[in-house]
Structures are given as C-alpha cells and as structure tokens.
C-alpha cells in the first residue's frame, strides 16, 4: 500500500489524536480531551460486563470525566493502529486497546484488552473522531488487595472530585 505526502501527514495527525484521548483520560483532561472529538460522535462500547452507547460530544467529555474520576486509577495503551483512508477528509482506524482500570472504593481492579474501530474526519481544527466503538477481547476483574497502597495516581489530583460527578448509569447498560 502506498501513500500519498498528504496522507501520510494525515496519518500522523490521526495517531496523534488517538494518543491524546487516551492521555486525556487517563489525566483527567478534560478541556483538552474535548478537542479529540467531533461534534456530532457516536460511541458503542461492549466490554465484558456492559455496554456503553454515548452520542454527541458535550455527553461524551461528561461521560469520561465523571467515570475516570479522582478515585479511579487508570492507564490506556492503544497499539499497533491501521489506518486507512475512505476519502480525502474521511478515515478509519483499528486500535488495539490495553487498559487498566483500579477502582479503589468498590475494591476492583479490571484489566482488558479491546478491539477499537474508529472514523475520523477532518474539520477546520484539524482530524476528529466521529464514531468510536470498540469489542472486548480480555476483561478480567479481580478484587484489589487490601494490602496494597496507592503511591501516586494523578487523577487523584486532577479528576472530577465526588460533588462534581454526573451519574453515568444513564449511559451504560449493565450485564450479569
């Protein structure tokens, strides 16, 4: 497969912009995690015990923020992505997806892997993702230790702390 300059330069703006979301979220970000997005995106998440459908992105930034929170500890990989264009301002992409998510109050610690699927879109402000939805490959849920010690978690500093939280039932769907 060849590409041209253009699309090569896009292709780095694309992997630039996966890689953000994933640090905004694990940071706390969310001012700049709303860049990630376009206006009008659609979300469909099937992990091992849920499913999330979010539309729009003032409802998705709401949705990160108030679950990567200032009590969650949480760390997103995204490898090996392959990209390719459907047109001049219109991309898709697969990610594969490692992550972990330590949730210290309700005593669990989830460790998955996913397959992401992604359509990106240029705007004026530069690629955006438009529609994002991933499949679990791995979820494994384990209960925490109750010796271990949390040294650091930098959302602890920078998450939405418990007044600021929306409730994000509204979003997901819970399985058994």
């Known amino acids: ?9 896009d292709l780095e703006e694309i992997r630039q912009l996966k890689s953000r979301y994933f640090r905004c979220i694990d940071t706390g970000n969310s001012a700049e995690l709303a860049t990630c997005f376009a206006d009008d995106i659609v979300v469909d998440y099937r992990g091992g015990g849920y499913r999330l459908v979010v539309k729009g992105k003032a409802d998705m930034v709401e949705f990160l923020a108030s679950s990567f929170h200032s009590d969650i500890v949480a760390m997103h990989h995204g490898h090996t992505p392959e990209i390719s264009f459907v047109d001049a301002d219109t991309a898709k992409g697969t990610w594969y997806l490692e992550d972990r998510f330590i949730d ?7 460790y998955g892997t996913s397959l992401y699927y992604d359509t990106y879109v240029r705007t004026a402000d530069g690629w955006k993702l ?9 979820e494994l849920v384990s209960p925490i230790d109750p010796k271990i010690e949390v040294r650091s978690s930098m959302l602890s500093q920078t998450g939405r702390k418990p007044g600021e939280r929306t409730d994000t039932t509204k979003w997901l769907e819970w399985f058994d």
């Open 1 to 9: 497969m060849s590409f041209t300059l253009q699309q090569l330069s």
């Open 104 to 110: 210290p109050v309700r005593g669990e610690d989830t």
């Open 130 to 138: 438009k529609h994002s939805e991933y499949d679990r490959v791995i």
